[in-house]
């Protein structure tokens, strides 16, 4: 029997005809299996193999000389040197008064800002000076012969004075920050650093990323206090260095106080800068589908771009992450009842299109501290001496709100925080009333979030009922005034003259004696009705101008 040859090649499937590593163990295969009795370090590695075999190729002079374009040629024409869009000055002129009148107008735009030279048109109002420099020193003064060094322009006439302005210079106290101002005083102690939260310069560096990045900027603000947190700082910046971009007002939590007090506000605010009415739930929300189509009137502003971005500012607590959570219509950023829950701005897409930003709340660096802790800027539990801000709750809420919340009567600023102790009974030894607990702590700490027994963590979360007033409307028109003109054009006015008497007209005089008697008579019944003429009178006669009460200017 002869005996058959086995064959021991590797074999192979017809989707893979080669191996995927080669078996060799040449020192230039990267894949080879690794020496045996070595350990690592010992022998080459798989990068070291692929860099030396790099070092030994060589290039492929024939690929590189082929050229993967052909080269063009652009024909001369005279349209490439000439200018592509011309004004005359008339049409500045024209354009930069047609623009100053609408400055101001929250509702006009300007549209296609690249195409417009914005320069020339916003920088007319810049002095320049006329001042003839020939007529003030020669040139044979200045580079001639005669030419004489110029002194200096100093402050100072004498050294005296000199050393006063460097030592006013080396520290002024009322630019100290580090220092807290008490009234009119400046006292020494060191602020606390909870009250330096939202000051810092990453906040604020995140939130100037937000305002770069963003076609829209919304300004979140608190229906209960709208001007006390709304940031006219931030507002006049992007005025001023970043006027390509649109401003919105959204005033959120709308629930929270009257909608008499919304409509006033939103009236009020509406003639600088657009307001919108806004209440952020998820399930039932307020203001959406308004502020939505807002949004998309905006868009049509930006044809050009591919994206529209919306960011959102204000000052901590406001809502704003709730806000993007309403529109968006699910849970898309992390929303806590505290401040600061925002750490770092990030993108939401509520469209192919419109995309959210949502920025850290920033709080700008002077105000009052007990300001701060009403605005919801600060954080509750981490005030020192939180009895010490109670008197700004007390003089803002009303008696009745703070008697149905605590069930307390018959207090005052000076004695209210103890009544409240004394009622859930929090007391320090000796049987004295705790009243950093009654303003801050709660019945059973701040481990039981749901019976707490708080004054500022109430008045923070909406429990405490508060709003600001709306500014009166003032009137335009003086009343008086117009009266006075209205007087004055009856004066001026030319009645037509009367006739002569004839003998008819004596005729009817003389029956006019025979009724006397009678008339006497009826003079009781005159003198009654006089008043009554005297208020009918001005109705009838001095009625053409509207909307005024002469009444009032006759009694």
């Known amino acids: 029997m002869k005996s058959v040859k086995k064959n021991r090649h590797m074999k192979r499937s017809k989707a893979q005809p080669f191996p995927a590593f080669k078996s060799s163990t040449a020192i230039t295969n990267p894949y080879r299996a690794p020496p045996k009795g070595l350990k690592e370090g010992q022998y080459r590695s798989k990068e070291t193999i692929r860099r030396l075999n790099m070092y030994k190729e060589k290039p492929n002079f024939a690929k590189m000389k082929i050229q993967p374009t052909e080269p ?36 006009t735009h300007i549209i296609k800002r690249s195409k417009l030279p914005m320069s020339l048109l916003t920088d007319s109002n810049i002095k320049v000076d006329n001042s003839k420099i020939l007529t003030l020193e020669s040139m044979e003064e200045t580079f001639g012969k005669k030419s004489r060094r110029k002194r200096p322009k100093l402050s100072v006439s004498t050294i005296e004075e000199l050393v006063n302005d460097v030592n006013s210079r080396v520290y002024d106290s009322n ?7 008490i009234g009119d005083h400046v006292s020494e102690e060191t602020p606390n650093v909870i009250f330096k939260k939202g000051t810092s310069k990453r906040i604020w560096a995140e939130l100037y990323k937000v305002i770069d990045c963003s076609d829209v900027v919304v300004q979140v603000i608190d229906a209960r206090d709208p001007m006390g947190t709304r940031c006219l700082r931030l507002e006049n910046y992007i005025r001023k260095h970043k006027s390509s971009k649109v401003l919105v007002l959204l005033m959120n939590k709308c ?3 009257p909608s008499w007090v919304t409509a006033a506000w939103i009236k009020h605010l509406n003639r600088d800068i657009t ?5 952020a739930s998820v399930t039932n929300p307020f203001g959406k589908n308004t ?28 809502g704003k992450s709730s806000v993007i959570n309403t529109l968006k219509g699910n849970k898309s950023c992390k ?46 539990e981490r005030i020192p001496d939180p009895e010490n801000y109670i008197y700004k709750v007390l003089k803002v809420l009303q008696k009745e709100a703070l008697v149905h919340r605590y069930g307390v009567k018959d207090f005052n600023e000076e004695n209210f925080l103890e009544l409240v102790a004394a009622k859930f009974g929090k007391y320090k030894k000796g049987k004295i009333p705790d009243v950093s607990i009654a303003a801050r702590i709660g019945e059973r700490g701040c481990e039981c979030v749901n019976k707490h027994v708080l004054v500022l963590y109430d008045f923070q979360r909406g429990r405490l009922p508060f709003y600001t007033e709306p500014p009166k409307e003032e009137s335009k028109v003086d009343p008086s005034e117009e009266i006075r003109k209205h007087l004055e054009e009856i004066d001026s006015y030319e009645f037509p003259k009367t006739a002569e008497i004839e003998e008819e007209d004596v005729e009817n005089i003389c029956n006019l004696k025979e009724t006397e008697e009678e008339g006497e008579n009826k003079e ?19 009625s053409q101008i509207p909307n005024l009460d002469y009444n009032a200017f006759l009694t």
């Open 291 to 318: 502020f939505i189509q807002l949004l998309k009137q905006y868009s049509q502003l930006f044809k050009d771009r591919k994206h529209f971005s919306v960011g959102f500012i204000g000052y901590p607590n406001v």
């Open 175 to 181: 630019k100290d920050k580090s220092l807290t101002v």
């Open 524 to 542: 009781e019944k005159e003198e009654e009705s006089s008043e009554s003429q005297l208020e009918s009178y001005p109705h009838n006669t001095l």
């Open 72 to 107: 063009a040629r652009i024909n001369p024409d005279r349209r490439w040197f000439g200018n592509t869009r011309v004004l005359t000055q008339e049409q500045m002129e024209n354009f930069r008064n047609e623009l100053g009148n609408v400055k101001n107008d929250p509702r």
């Open 255 to 257: 629930d929270l106080v």
């Open 275 to 279: 307001t919108v009415a806004f209440h």
């Open 335 to 380: 929303t806590a009842p505290i401040p600061g829950e925002t750490r770092i701005w990030q993108y939401v897409c509520l469209t192919k299109r419109i995309h959210l930003i949502d920025c850290p709340g920033v709080t700008p660096v002077e105000g009052d501290e007990s300001d701060k802790i009403l605005k919801g800027a600060i954080r509750v």
